[in-house]
């Protein structure tokens, strides 16, 4: 196993690839082992008494902490919320620990926090736990933030986060523009002397989710396109499955400026990060009414349809590209972009 | 987006790869040499708009795959030096050496630093004036001036923490001893950017001496497909010859300034090639007057014995007499996640793309 997984922890582990992938089934869910862990889901799925929550937690370990569109403290409160509402659930609780490095300024904190306090005011979950550590100077990076978050999920919906529903012919949409995340972050680097208006797209999904459930009962399958971006997210979905994807590169959103990024950096929008981005799988007779419905809400308007569920080649995605050729899309190997999120 | 579109459009693809059914009559197979090229291939999957009877090789045009373990090894004996910091391209970092590789050296905690610019490399030398900063120099007549600039920038402001470790390469070479060794092809697709810099007359023997042409190409698929068209059209008029196809960037005598700047900074000498063995007078080393920056000879390592990964086919591949799928390695035990060979490395290695596009 150990050969597997090579001799030391690199940054492809922490990429949302196929190596975290790797390290996530080969490593923890081996050790963990539990019918709860073992789908992997964006939550747990638990049941307490007779009630099911959706359980989940993340860290983040952003550089830099402030970008342009938001900073860590945003992106922490979405990244949670996130997780929780595109598994079905209505989120409602979340803690937040704090890993401080010696030093760091108080005014940067507060402007960090103060940040959490309104997000997650808009989104209608509540701070309730927490803790705080401080390392020695050079221990950490600055400021590291660690969440848990907890929801509550209408055994309807368990079928979402697996995706145990799917058919053949199903649509697949995203809520907008892909790869706006990862360039946001990468022009706010300080090594690089590039400009760009370009923000983030991060931002809480939960109740554009709400809306789509109530609308329709139709959905198949979501899945926030975070690290490892749009590819990595569907390869996750078909891999090992008896249906195959087939995404149309004409139909997949992205921003002008973030072609244009990525071309001079050789990256692939469909593998950028996204902050506020939902994958939905839906019945085909429902498609043109999520659609419609996304439409209508600012964080929705630039939907679309990018692809669907197809029979044949199970397993793979399969990308026809602008010119009319066809070629696969595999899960992020190695590592585009480290501390994205 | 705009001067970008015009060339990813769907209608024109689709006419050209027509036009390439209908001229060509026998099996032909062409060989794109630069990385960008077969990325581009791979990406816009356009083997699947040709004829199956057109096969489109990969070649030993991408910088990264064709440095040699010999390069990567004395690369992770200067990082292991406490008074070296490393500046280094992304993809680099990854190759495996003959033992180790930089990104393991890294986690072991050298400091070795991904840079976009050698200009970025330089700024680390001027903000850390006790260390020796160290760039390592790859890729052909594109980059090779940058370096050069480089070079120029730190003669003139007296800096004495900079070091260039050169494996510039220049591109004609590889391409004529491919022909020499008799790899079965019917013309080369050449690299845009080389041109855009050395103009055209470095094919000139190409065709003269191998019977092969040459149609120097632009990087998105209608300009691959309209490179290929006119090789088809080469092949069946049979007349090998020179020819742009990227003219919106390539003159014929290329860019006469940074030529200069090469010429300048530069000497050409023998160099090791992955796959290839040493080619004469194939790569770029500094000249006498700017020694003092050299890498190789001011700053004292023992590198390890080289050793070549076992198994892997990488120089077969770089020479394009196998295809990455013909390797006993790919996919199972060689990915982009755990290499063992460069061409699975770089974003523009054969084996990268096959893995990512094709498999």
Known sequence: MRNQLGKTISLGHGSGGKLSHELTGNLFVRYFNNEILAPQTDSAIVKVNRENLAFTTDSFVVDPLFFPGGDIGKLAVCGTVNDLAVSGAIPLFMSASFIIEEGFGMDQLETIVKSMAEESRMAGIKIVAGDTKVVDHGQCDKLFINTTGIGVIDPERIHISTGANIRYGDKIIVNGTVGDHGVAILSARESLSFESKLETDCACLNHLIADVLKKTDKIRFMRDATRGGLATVLCELAADKSFGIELDEVGIPVKEGVKGMCEIFGFDPLYMANEGKAVIVVAVEAAGDVVSLLRKDPIGKNCSVIGEIVEDHPGQVVLKTEIGGKRIVDMLAGEQLPRIC | ?359
């Open chain 2, 1 to 359: 987006m705009k001067y970008i579109d015009e060339y990813r459009d769907k209608a024109l693809a689709e006419k050209i790869a027509r036009e390439i059914d209908r001229s060509s009559t026998g099996p032909l197979s062409f060989m794109e040499v630069c990385g960008g090229h077969t990325m581009a291939v791979r990406k816009f999957g356009i083997p699947s708009l040709l004829p199956d009877r057109i096969r489109l090789l990969s070649g030993p045009g991408c910088p990264v795959c064709v440095s040699s373990n010999r390069f990567i090894d004395r690369s992770v004996a200067l990082s292991r030096r406490d008074d070296v910091i490393i500046t280094s391209f992304g993809d680099l970092i990854r190759v495996p050496g003959s033992s180790s590789s930089l990104e393991k050296e890294k986690a072991k905690g050298a400091d070795i630093r991904v840079v976009y610019s050698v200009l970025d490399a330089l700024r680390v030398a001027k903000d850390n004036p006790l260390k020796r900063i160290v760039f390592l120099g790859i890729g052909f007549e594109t980059t090779a001036p940058t370096s050069a600039a480089a070079i120029r920038k730190a003669f003139e402001q007296k800096m004495n923490n900079f070091f260039l470790l050169s494996a510039h390469k220049i591109m004609p070479p590889a391409m004529e001893a491919l022909a020499d060794e008799g790899v079965k092809l019917n013309g080369y697709i050449a690299p845009g950017h080389v041109s855009t810099i050395t103009g055209t007359g470095i094919y000139k023997n190409i065709p003269e001496k191998y019977g092969l042409g040459c149609v120097i190409s632009g990087f998105e698929p209608v300009d691959l497909l309209q490179s290929i068209y006119m090789l088809v059209k080469q092949c069946e008029e049979n007349n090998p010859k020179v020819e742009i196809q990227y003219k919106r960037a390539v003159k014929e005598d290329g860019n006469r300034k940074a030529l200069q700047l090469l010429q300048e900074v530069f000497v050409l000498a023998d160099d090791w090639w992955r796959g290839l063995g040493v080619l004469k007078n194939s790569g770029l080393q500094l000249r006498e007057t700017y020694e003092q920056f050299n890498a190789f000879t001011m700053i004292d390592v023992d590198v390890e014995e080289t050793k070549e990964p076992k198994g892997c086919i990488c120089g077969e591949i770089l020479k394009g007499l196998k295809n990455p799928k013909d390797c006993k390695l790919f996919s199972a035990v060689c990915n982009p996640s755990l290499p063992v060979g460069a061409c699975m490395v770089s974003n523009e290695g054969a084996c990268n793309a096959w893995y990512r596009y094709n498999r």
